[in-house]
C-alpha cells in the first residue's frame, strides 16, 4: 500500500527532502537533475554493478593491507567505527570517483553535515519562525550547514574539472558530463548539491553498518565462529564474483538484522486523495505526509516476532526469502534507495575481508579516545562517558545475553539518512591472522 497506492504521491516528499536538506532545486534544474537520478539508476541496478563492486574491491584489499600493517604482527586496540566507517569511504568514493577526488577531502565535511542532519526535522517542529532564522540561531544547525556549504564548494571543484570528471567510473562520468553540458538550465551550486546527495547515499549509510555490526557479532560467540567457518570456506582472493549471500548467508544475515535493527528510514508519501490504511479508521485527508518510522517498523512483532527488538543474528538466515522481503531499510516502491544493491555487495564484501583477515577481541571498549586517532573522529570531540544503552541479543546457540552497545545519535528522531551513527567509539583488539587470503 505505502509503496504503490495510486492516493499517494511517490515523489513529492522526496523531492522537498532533496529541497530542504540537500539544496538540490526544486524547480530551477529540477528537469536537469532527474535525468542524474535516472542515469544513477541505470547503472546501478543489480545487473549492472558488476565492474563497480570490482573497482571497490579493489580499493577494500588495498585498505585491509594497510589496516594489517598498522596493528602490527601482534595486533593492537583500534577504534573500530571510525577505522571502518573510512575504510568504507575511501573504498567507496576511490574507487567511483577514480584518481580525481581525493575522498579524505570531502569525508569530514560530510560527517559533518550529516551528524547534525537531525537538526532538520527538529526545525521543523518549531512554531512561529521561519527555518531561515533557526538555521541562523541554533549551534547545530549552523554545523549542518556549514558542512552542506564545505561539502558542495568541494564537490563543485571536482565538477569543474574536466580532467576529474573523466577519471571517474562510467557513472559518474556520464553524470558529470551531463551537468556539465546542461550549465545554463542547471548551475554549477546546483549540480554539486546533488552529487553531495550522491555522495552521502553512497558512503555514509554503508560505513555505519560495521561500527554496529562488529559489537553485536564479537558478542554471539557461536554465530562468530560458524561465521568464520563460513568466510574461510571461501575462495582466497578475490570475492567479487562470488555469490556472498549463498556462500556466507548467516554473514548476509547477520548483515541485515543490523541494517533492521539500526537503520533509519526517511520514505515519505504525501497524500493526494482521502486515503485510509487498511484496517485502521482514520482517513488521512489530501496533503498529509506518511512517513515509515524505522522504529515502529523494525520493532513490529506482529511481523518480526516476539523478540523483534532482540538482535539475532541468525533471524534472516531462519525467515529465508520471505524475511529479506519484509526488510525495509532500503526503503521501498518507486523511491526504493538506489544504491542497495551495491551497498548489499560491498557491505558482504567488506566484512568477509576484515573477518577472514583478523582476530578480535571480546573485551570491547566504548567511550575511549586513542591518542593515535585522526582529528576528523568525531571531529577531535572527547568522547563521551556514559552508560552506553543495554540491549538484548540471541547467539546462534540460543543463549541470550545483555550487552553495551554505543548510544544511536539522534535517537528518538530519524535522520535524513539511511542508518543512525553510534553516538560513541568502539574499541577492539584487532590481530592480523597468520593465513593465505
Ligand atoms: C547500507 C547502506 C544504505 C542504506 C541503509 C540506504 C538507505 C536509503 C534509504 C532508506 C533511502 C530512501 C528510500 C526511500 O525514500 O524510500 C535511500 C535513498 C538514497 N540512497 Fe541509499 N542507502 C544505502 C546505501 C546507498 C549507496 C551505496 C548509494 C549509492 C551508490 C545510495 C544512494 C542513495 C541515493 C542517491 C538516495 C536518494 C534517492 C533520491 O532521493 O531520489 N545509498 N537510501
Request: one cysteine or more; glycine letters at 8%; hydrophobic letters at 40%.
Amino acid at each position: 500500500m505505502f509503496t504503490s497506492s495510486p492516493a499517494l504521491d511517490h515523489r513529492d516528499s522526496i523531492d522537498e527532502m532533496h529541497d530542504y536538506v540537500w539544496d538540490v532545486p526544486r524547480k530551477h534544474g529540477y528537469e536537469v537533475t532527474r535525468n542524474a537520478d535516472k542515469i544513477m539508476g541505470r547503472h546501478l541496478t543489480k545487473a549492472k554493478i558488476g565492474s563497480m563492486v570490482t573497482l571497490v574491491e579493489d580499493k577494500v584489499l588495498e585498505d585491509v593491507a594497510r589496516l594489517r600493517q598498522s596493528v602490527g604482527p601482534s595486533g593492537s586496540r583500534v577504534p573500530f567505527g571510525h577505522r571502518t566507517w573510512s575504510l568504507l569511504w575511501n573504498s567507496s568514493l576511490g574507487a567511483l570517483f577514480g584518481g580525481g577526488l581525493d575522498p579524505t577531502w570531502v569525508r569530514g565535511p560530510a560527517r559533518e553535515m550529516m551528524h547534525n542532519a537531525n537538526v532538520c526535522y527538529f526545525i521543523d517542529l518549531l512554531p512561529f519562525l521561519p527555518r531561515a532564522f533557526w538555521f541562523a540561531v541554533l549551534p547545530k544547525a549552523r554545523a549542518f550547514r556549514r558542512g552542506r556549504r564545505d561539502l558542495h564548494s568541494r564537490l563543485a571543484k571536482w565538477l569543474d574539472n574536466d580532467d576529474a570528471v573523466s577519471q571517474a567510473d562510467d557513472m559518474l562520468q556520464e553524470i558529470g558530463k551531463m551537468f556539465n553540458s546542461r550549465r545554463d538550465e542547471c548551475n554549477l551550486e546546483a549540480a554539486s548539491a546533488w552529487v553531495a546527495m550522491f555522495v552521502t547515499g553512497l558512503a555514509v549509510n554503508t560505513g555505519e553498518v560495521t561500527g554496529w555490526l562488529f559489537p553485536y557479532l564479537l558478542r554471539s560467540p557461536a554465530l562468530l565462529k560458524a561465521i568464520r567457518a563460513e568466510c574461510d570456506a571461501l575462495p582466497a582472493g578475490r570475492l567479487d564474483q562470488v555469490d556472498l549471500k549463498a556462500s556466507a548467508p548467516l554473514l548476509s544475515s547477520a548483515i541485515q538484522e543490523t541494517l533492521r535493527i539500526r537503520g533509519s528510514i526517511f520514505s515519505g508519501r504525501t497524500v493526494k486523495k482521502p486515503f485510509q490504511l487498511p484496517g485502521y479508521d482514520h482517513q488521512f485527508k489530501r496533503g498529509d505526509l506518511l512517513r515509515i518510522m524505522s522504529p515502529g517498523a523494525a520493532l513490529d512483532t506482529d511481523c518480526w516476532g516476539d523478540d523483534a527488538a532482540v538482535w539475532r543474528g541468525d533471524r534472516f538466515y531462519q525467515g529465508g526469502d520471505q524475511m529479506y522481503n519484509s526488510q525495509l531499510a532500503f526503503g521501498g516502491g518507486v523511491t526504493t534507495c538506489p544504491g542497495r544493491w551495491l551497498a548489499t555487495a560491498e557491505l558482504l564484501i567488506v566484512t568477509a575481508h576484515l573477518i577472514r583477515n583478523f582476530d578480535f577481541g571480546t573485551d570491547i571498549s566504548l567511550h575511549e579516545k586513542l591518542p593515535d586517532e585522526g582529528d576528523d573522529t568525531e571531529f577531535g570531540a572527547p568522547c563521551k562517558a556514559g552508560t552506553g544503552e543495554v540491549v538484548k541479543l540471541t547467539d546462534l546457540d540460543g543463549k541470550s545475553y545483555d550487552i553495551v552497545m554505543p548510544n544511536m545519535e539522534n535517537s528518538g528522531c530519524e535522520i535524513p539518512s539511511g542508518l543512525l551513527p553510534p553516538l560513541e567509539e568502539t574499541v577492539i583488539f584487532m590481530k592480523p591472522r597468520d593465513i593465505d587470503v
